[in-house]
């Protein structure tokens, strides 16, 4: 009986320590990408709002506070405190990097700058005004990111909200464009409180927003000139700019839904990714695009989208459909220190990263952080992309499936909501459906799964889980979520 019952708590051990062995063999975000953290000098607090790879090599960080920094050697297995030094101070709030032509560009609150070092010390000691014919009060909501050149030449600056709901000052809610002759050009209205803004590949603008009046949750936007962005508290300023952008839009009307509105508001353009709330973080901030050409994995041309209050990277695919560009959004790394604001991909592949929490405080517990995320090499078990088919969705992966997984329709769950497009602040998941997955086809190099989907939903998001599809290597996918943003079904060719 003794020796019974020590073979059976032998062969338990056993069975625990192969469990055990198994889940550490599971693959992690670190297994894929590896996040270094910079070590700023001591006194120094870096809240970094932009970032900027200077022609020589060095990293340009601008600071919520006021201070931009340049930093050595960037890529170095560890970036140390000798490597960072001050290239200017006293600005108010810099939330936008470009350089050109010798020139270091800053979005400051109140103006588009430009600075130079001219005699060669490292320290700017030319300054010029570009840019400040938009409004500025006392309000700290008022901020004012900006974009990168785009491809005439132009920067596009998004303008915050006098306390993130409506504008008593001029521009306030807006997106502008200045010219490479200083002239600010009004682009689009209807601007809450973004967190970010920056191109796709092909050089269309977006840019965050951010839950609160007439947005349900956070989203990504497609800045084209002349739209609306579905906040109306700025629309006094149609005023100042009919000549570029008309009469204002009608109002939309608080209770509805996005698509409800935009069948009605010719001008108003919906967003192109909602990021279900808390599931996909709760403060969306900087955009960047992989443009690398394959240096930062298998996600080439893909956006990626930070979130400040979860400390997050997120991932965008996006496609057009009917003219208009929707998309799905993934969960991609976590683990940050602070709260991320600015992100930036760099030609070689690495991602930089910044935080703060600001006082808002965020998942990441360090007061701020400098971090950067580049890739091992290894690549990723993940749905590369979610394409909206007639009468379902494709599915595209980054390895091939395990056939037989993928061609069970159990293996997949969906349901779909979306939110109430109103006045009053956010707004829960509401008219959820439970659509069924009738088939799963799968192709022939086990890259591709065809969905058919009984119980699609004009404007709602496709939540997606595959809890049951693997890898031809057994493996799990690494994140089994995927959100698409359905706000218009492909129709039948």
Not at 271 to 277: D, H, K, M, N, S
Not at 376 to 384: A, D, R, W
């Amino acid at each position: 009986m003794i020796r019974l019952l020590f073979t059976t708590v032998l062969l338990s051990a056993s069975l625990s320590h192969a469990l055990f062995a198994e889940e550490a063999k599971a693959p992690t975000e670190s297994d894929y990408y590896k996040i270094t953290r910079f070590e700023v000098p001591d006194g120094v607090v870096l809240e970094p709002g932009a970032f900027q790879l200077m022609p020589e090599g060095k990293l340009a960080i601008a600071s919520r506070r006021g201070e931009i920094w340049m930093v050595s050697d960037p890529f170095a297995g560890e970036v140390k405190p000798d490597q960072f030094k001050r290239y200017a101070h006293g600005l108010h709030e810099v939330l936008g990097l470009a350089e050109k032509d010798g020139w270091l560009y800053a979005t400051q609150r109140c103006e588009l700058t430009r600075m130079k070092d001219q005699d060669g010390d490292g320290r700017a000691d030319v300054f010029e005004t570009v840019n400040d014919d938009w409004g500025i009060s006392g309000d700290y909501h008022e901020y004012a990111f900006a974009s990168k050149f785009d491809a005439d030449g132009n920067i596009w600056v998004t303008l915050c909200l006098t306390g993130s709901f409506g504008s008593n000052v001029e521009y306030r809610g807006w997106c502008v464009r200045i010219t490479p002759d200083g002239e600010l050009v009004p682009t689009c209205s209807g601007i809450r409180s973004p967190g970010g803004v920056a191109t796709d590949a092909a050089g269309n603008m977006f840019y965050t927003d951010n839950q609160g009046p007439w947005n349900g949750t956070c989203s990504l936007k497609h800045l084209i000139p002349g739209k609306f962005m579905g906040h109306p508290g700025g629309n006094r300023w149609y005023e100042l700019a009919e000549e570029e952008m008309g009469t204002a839009p009608r109002e939309p009307e608080s209770g509805s839904r996005f698509m409800t509105e935009a069948e009605k508001i010719p001008e108003y353009e919906p967003p192109v990714i909602l990021f279900p709330y808390k599931k996909m973080g709760q403060s969306a901030s900087g955009i960047t695009c992989d443009t690398s050409g394959g240096k930062f994995g298998p996600f080439t041309g893909q956006i990626f989208v930070a979130d400040q209050t979860l400390s997050t990277v997120m991932r965008c695919s996006l496609e057009e459909v009917d003219g208009h560009l929707q998309g799905a959004c993934f969960n991609f790394r976590s683990g940050f220190g602070s709260g991320n604001v600015p992100i930036e991909m760099t030609p070689n592949g690495s991602m930089m990263v910044g935080g703060t929490n600001r006082g808002w405080g965020s998942r990441g517990t360090a007061p701020f952080a400098v971090e950067r995320l580049d890739w091992t090499g290894e690549v990723p078990f993940e749905i590369l992309e979610m394409k909206a088919k007639p009468t379902g969705f494709e599915l595209v992966f980054t390895e091939p499936v395990d056939k037989k997984a993928a061609a069970d329709p159990s293996s997949y769950e969906m349901i779909t909501y979306t939110y109430i497009y109103q006045a009053s602040y956010g707004s829960p998941e509401v008219d959820h459906t439970k659509p069924v997955i009738e088939s799963a086809e799968v192709s022939d190099d086990g890259l591709r799964v065809t969905l058919r989907v009984d119980g699609l939903q004009k404007g709602h998001i496709h939540e997606l889980t595959l809890p049951g599809v693997r890898s031809k290597q057994n493996l799990p996918l690494l994140h089994p979520e995927a959100y698409y943003t359905l706000n218009r079904i492909p129709k039948a060719e």
